[in-house]
């Protein structure tokens, strides 16, 4: 299936990144995982993608996939493509490969201390990421490594780059990776969930970073997290995902005004506020999140939903396109049931719809 | 929520006075002291029969250590503890034993406190063994019936820890903690490491037990947004002290303390118009380390509107109008 265009980009925006039925299986000892299902999204240059989702929903092993990160076996990665300025990365070479990793696309992930090496310094580590892609010297690049960590608001980066990566908090360490990313001007930043290990205020220190360097930098972001309010805050669109599909895709405002999938609805609704009215009682989602052990036959939330109907049991629904850049996987949004003179779901569902 | 309706709901449950608790530094060979850790540092506050008490704050300001020393897990370094009455802090041995099935904790890591090789029947019913003389068969009912409570299937009791989900595991912990029929219970980050979907599960389990059951919470969370649903009044903790004590409209409508107002307004909101214009007070730096807190406020160091005093002076814990506490200099 082809991606339509999403939200509303300005036309100096380009794509950079687009990615078209993304399968990932994991082959495994217990049996087969599912952790990625028809996916397809694009992203350009200076928009921030959100994806949201629950643990387990396929966002980190998306975006694994797409930049050849998962060994195989025992993951199988297939796509119709993936392309990276236009050209495939499924049929690029290690060299190439190389290249994109450090070069056109950056990655932060979740623990910082994972991703950087305990036992050389922060300067050292920066200035070899830089001179890996820019031929300059030694000093330069030191020089330039300073002012990357001053970028991402490190006081004294001079004589912080001297320091090792232990020796800087969480939140600091976090920004020593955004610097580390930024190292070789990526167009294209994945950044896996991350501020969830930090507190809300370093959160909001790191977020206000992340939008400064939006407006400087031009660059295309995808930002996981499973948390909401956070894609509230900073992205244009969003991709909500469950059970390794996107289940709902749309601009931020659209998402969260009128959101079409039951899942989104769900989750907002389960999500006390900090300033709203209070309720008595939370509410909740019963049930648990999908085995992915098969292929999906169904629709995967259908369990837990509380509009589910006959249909939802017997087929995957498919990721439809409605007004306002609006895309959802569920089959009440399917022309089969919303166009005119189209076979209506029951009626008691019909009635229990709210939205 | 807690329905302070009755009379016998509006008695004092816990009283905490000027507790503190210090871990020694040691160094070198000789293990010499060379300073402490002020984990928790004078704090004081009450909660009563039937209330939840949300305990806030970032990472390692304190509120496990200050929730441990409340159930004696650690020996306080100084204060006092009081227990439906009960002077928990000089208790010890047969004494101390017997207090201790009134209050019990739950913990952010289900799994860790779940022993893998143990079935979920004889992890519930444990505690049952060293407290009660109830024979096997009457301790195996009663974990059924713990586990129909949690809302689990009590045919589970045969099973093992790791067959469950994460949210399952929580609800075991749970059932454990209700062994003993306690009447406090420290909640420790509960939820932290659930989903969201599943969350709102737990948060609804928690409260209808305490409907049930008349229990009173110390609720400790890192989550404003679920510690405004959940508690009836919320505590706020810096670096190892109180630094404010509210009801939930008071705390979340007319936040006091600087760092109140910067913890409140850092908290992300599901709705990005809000977010678009949303005020933010982003603090400098970092929390310094509790083995070398500043002089004067804990905050003065990130405070947006610390004054000289500020750097000098510890601010005492002091009572407002409607019953609600700070420590701040800048507040009148
Ligand atoms: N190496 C692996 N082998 C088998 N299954 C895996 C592997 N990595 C991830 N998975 C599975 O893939 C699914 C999606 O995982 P992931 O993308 O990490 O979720 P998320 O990032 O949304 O939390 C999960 O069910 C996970 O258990
Ligand atoms: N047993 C211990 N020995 C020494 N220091 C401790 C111990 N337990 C906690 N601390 C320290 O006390 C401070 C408060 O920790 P903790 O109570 O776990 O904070 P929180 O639960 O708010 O994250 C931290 O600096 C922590 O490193
Ligand atoms: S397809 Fe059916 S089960 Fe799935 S979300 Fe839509 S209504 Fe619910
Ligand atoms: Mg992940
Ligand atoms: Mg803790």
Redesign the interface.
């Known amino acids: 299936m082809t991606v339509r265009e999403p939200a509303g980009r300005q036309s100096s925006q380009q794509v950079v990144l687009e990615v078209n039925d993304l399968k990932t299986t994991f082959n495994t000892r217990d049996g087969q995982v599912h952790a990625v299902n028809n996916v397809s999204f694009s992203l350009s240059t200076g928009e921030l993608l959100g994806v949201v989702g629950?643990?387990g929903s396929g966002k980190s092993v998306t975006m694994m996939s797409l930049l050849k990160l998962l060994p195989s076996p025992p993951a199988e990665v297939v796509a119709d493509s993936i392309l990276y300025e236009g050209r495939d990365v499924l049929s690029m070479g290690d060299e190439e490969l190389r290249e994109l990793r450090g070069g056109g696309i950056g990655f932060i992930f979740q623990d910082p201390m994972t991703s950087l090496n305990p036992v050389f310094t922060v300067g050292y580590q920066l200035t070899e990421a830089i001179r890996q892609h820019l031929p300059i010297s030694k000093k330069e690049a030191r020089a330039r490594a300073a002012e990357l960590l001053a970028k991402v608001g490190i006081a004294q980066p001079v004589e912080r780059l001297r320091d090792f990566p232990h020796q800087f908090?969480g939140?600091?360490r976090q920004r020593v990776m955004i610097a580390m990313s930024l190292a070789c001007e990526p167009k294209v930043l994945i950044a896996d969930e991350p501020t969830t290990a930090l507190?809300?205020?370093?959160?909001?220190?790191i977020?206000?970073l992340v939008r400064d360097l939006r407006r400087d930098q031009g660059m295309g972001i995808i930002w996981i997290t499973?948390?909401?309010?956070?894609?509230?805050?900073i992205a244009d669109r969003v991709i909500v995902m469950y059970g390794g599909q996107i289940v709902e895709h749309a601009p931020?405002?659209e998402l969260?005004n009128n959101p079409q999938h039951p899942y989104t609805k769900?989750?907002?609704a389960?999500?006390?506020?900090?300033?709203a009215s209070?309720?008595?009682?939370?509410?909740?989602?019963?049930g648990?999140?999908p085995s992915l052990s098969g292929a999906p036959t169904r629709c995967s939330f259908a369990p837990?939903c509380e509009y589910a109907f006959d249909r939802c049991l017997e087929e995957n629904p498919p990721i439809v396109s409605m007004d306002n850049n609006h895309q959802a996987a569920c089959w009440l949004r399917h022309p089969q049931y919303t166009a005119q003179g189209s076979q209506h779901p029951p009626e008691e569902i019909s009635l229990r719809e709210t939205f | 929520?807690a329905a302070l309706a009755s009379t016998e709901s509006l008695q004092l449950m816990l009283q905490v006075t000027g507790l503190s608790m210090h871990f020694p530094v040691y160094k070198g060979l000789m293990r010499r002291q060379i300073g402490e850790i002020k984990a928790v540092d004078d704090i004081s506050f009450h909660i009563m029969r039937g209330e939840t008490l949300g305990l806030v704050g970032?990472?390692g300001c304190g509120k496990s250590t200050a929730g441990r020393a409340l159930l004696k897990l650690y020996q306080p370094t100084s204060g006092r503890v009081e227990l439906d009455g009960t002077d928990v802090t000089a208790l010890e041995g047969e004494d101390l034993r017997r207090i201790r099935t009134d209050m019990q904790m739950i913990f952010q890591d289900p799994q860790a406190c779940l022993n893998p090789r143990m079935t979920v029947g004889s992890i519930i019913a444990e505690p049952l063994d060293e407290h009660t003389r109830l024979s096997r068969r009457q301790k195996r009912q009663k974990a059924r019936e713990l586990l129909d409570a949690v809302g689990m299937n009590p045919d589970y009791e045969n099973r093992y820890p790791h067959e469950f989900?994460g949210?399952q595991r929580q609800r075991i912990g749970i059932a454990r903690a209700l062994a003993l029929e306690p009447k406090f219970i420290v909640c420790d980050e509960p939820i932290a490491a659930l989903?969201?979907?599943?969350?709102?599960?737990v948060?609804?389990l928690l409260?209808d037990l305490q409907q049930q059951h008349q229990l009173t919470y110390l609720f400790i969370s890192?989550d404003?947004?679920?510690v405004?649903?959940i508690a009836d009044r919320i505590a706020v903790m810096y670096l190892g002290k109180l630094v404010e004590l509210a009801s939930?409209e008071q705390l979340?409508q007319s936040p006091q303390h600087p760092y109140t107002k910067?913890?409140?307004?850092?908290?992300?909101?599901?709705?990005?118009?809000?977010?678009a214009i949303?005020e933010?007070i982003?603090?400098q730096g970092?929390v310094p380390s509790p083995a070398n807190p500043p002089s004067g406020c804990n905050f003065s160091t990130r405070c947006p509107i610390a004054q000289e005093q500020c750097m000098r002076e510890t601010p005492a814990w002091r009572e407002l109008e409607g019953g609600r506490y700070i420590a701040c200099h800048m507040v009148q």
């Open positions: 629950e643990s908090s939140g600091m507190d809300v205020t370093i959160q909001a220190q977020l206000e499973h948390d909401l309010g956070v894609v509230a805050g931020v405002k969260f769900a989750l907002l389960t999500m006390p506020s900090i300033d209070r309720s008595e009682r939370l509410y909740s989602i019963e648990q999140p837990r | 929520m970032e990472s989900s949210g989903d969201v979907s599943i969350q709102a599960q948060v609804n409260e890192h404003l947004s679920m405004r649903h939930r979340y910067a913890l409140l307004s850092a908290v992300p909101e599901p709705d990005p118009e809000k977010e949303r933010r982003i603090l970092d």
